[in-house]
């Protein structure tokens, strides 16, 4: 089927096979398309059909309370049922050459491990190696659960063979109650991706905030991982608050250690505790990392009172705390185009 695309600056054409959803059948294509979530919360993609007939997979996706009009549509959850011409509102540029283009491609999950009771770490095995770009995300379908989840990439290596993920168990979630409740180690998963412009380049020659909030720290990690790669913290600071209710509720603060022991004093990593003060144990076991209490953004925007000088900042993590975040940013006079985020919704 034929997908025609008018944007306000040009128009596309591109083809679609049964289900596929348009937002993935375009950026296939590398088409720009506009989204954030890619997974029907957020209403960043919406369209309006202009002539032909779409199915909606989910009608009651939460980014419908963004449509004005009966003629529109989420593009990440809607699939062509015939030729279809549509409108996109904004400005929608080809994907630029060294930006990876988005594939569907299968896994196999090789391992999943328990890293507190309710965040668990998976390895996903795949199919063909892949390049993404540090700070991206990718959509994960399981067999048996309709639609799919976005998780932010861990790890970071060029034509990665596998890619790990840790996902914070929402109780009653429908991934969730999958992964928490069966032994999912060798089942196969769809994926869709890479996704998402919260990226990080060594050719960006500014300072890296990080604010995360649980398993927002995920997509930290791969941006740290691939920053300590090139050394690049021997020139630029690197900040990072990773936030969680209690001690009990963090993880991989050995990996956090061995990364303050490999790039030195110019990474700063601080434990937030929104719920308790650190235990004295809590500094013997991880001298190299500080700890504080508070919600990550107040945490975070009392450490960097007057450090935003040439800062690019990423935050991650539930909504209200990335809004909270963006706020102490601006209240900083931090700029807009230096505050990159992926909302977990
Ligand atoms: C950019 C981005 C990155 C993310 N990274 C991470 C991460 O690294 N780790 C992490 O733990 N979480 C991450 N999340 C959140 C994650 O995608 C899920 O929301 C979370 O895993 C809970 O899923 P659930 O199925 O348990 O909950 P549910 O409430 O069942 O579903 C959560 C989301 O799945 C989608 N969904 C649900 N039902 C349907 C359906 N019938 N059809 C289509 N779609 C459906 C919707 O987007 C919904 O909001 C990220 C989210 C985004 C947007
Ligand atoms: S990108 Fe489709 S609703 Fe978020």
């Not at 540029?93 to 090789?110: L, N, R, T, W, Y």
């Not at 799919?148 to 596998?162: I, K, L, P």
Request: charged content about 20%; proline content about 5%; hydrophobic content about 40%.
């Amino acid at each position: 089927m034929k997908i025609q695309v008018n944007a306000r600056n040009r128009a596309y054409q591109f083809e679609t096979t049964e289900g596929e959803k348009i937002l993935y059948a375009g950026l296939s294509e590398a088409i720009g398309l506009p989204y954030e979530c890619a997974s029907g919360t957020c209403g960043t993609c919406k369209a309006r059909l202009v002539s032909g007939e779409v199915i909606d997979g989910w009608p009651e996706a939460p980014g419908r309370k963004y449509l004005k009009d009966d003629d529109e549509f989420l593009m990440c959850q809607c699939a062509a049922k015939t030729d279809v011409s549509i409108e996109v509102a904004s400005f929608v540029q080809p994907i630029e050459a060294d930006v990876c283009v988005p594939a569907a491609m299968k896994g196999v999950i090789s391992s999943a491990r328990l890293l507190t009771p309710d965040v668990i770490h998976l390895q996903v095995r795949l199919n063909q190696p892949m390049e993404f770009d540090a700070g991206q995300f990718m959509l994960v379908q399981a067999p048996g659960v309709a639609g799919y989840r976005g998780w932010s990439m861990v790890n970071h290596q060029r034509e990665a063979e596998s890619l790990e993920f840790i996902v914070k168990k929402k109780p009653g979630g429908g991934i969730s109650e999958w992964l928490f409740n069966t032994d999912c180690e060798g089942v196969e998963v769809d994926l869709f991706g890479p996704l998402g412009q919260a990226t990080f380049y060594p050719s960006l020659a500014k300072n890296v905030l990080c604010i995360a909030g649980g398993s927002g720290i995920a997509g930290m990690l791969s941006i740290l991982s691939r920053a300590a790669q090139n050394d690049y913290f021997s020139q630029y600071k690197g900040d990072v608050f990773f936030g969680v209710q209690t001690l009990k509720d963090a993880f991989f603060l050995d990996e956090f250690s061995k990364l303050r022991t490999l790039c030195g004093d110019n990474l700063n990593v601080v434990i937030a505790l929104s719920k308790e003060e650190a235990p004295a144990s809590a500094l013997n076991d991880h001298p190299q990392l500080k700890f504080d209490t508070g919600y990550v953004h107040d945490v975070a925007g009392r450490h960097m009172q007057g450090g935003y000088q040439n800062v690019r900042a990423y935050l991650a993590g539930p909504p209200p705390m990335v809004d909270a975040a963006i706020r102490v940013l601006l209240q900083a006079r931090m700029t807009t185009d230096n505050i990159c985020y992926d909302k977990f919704s």
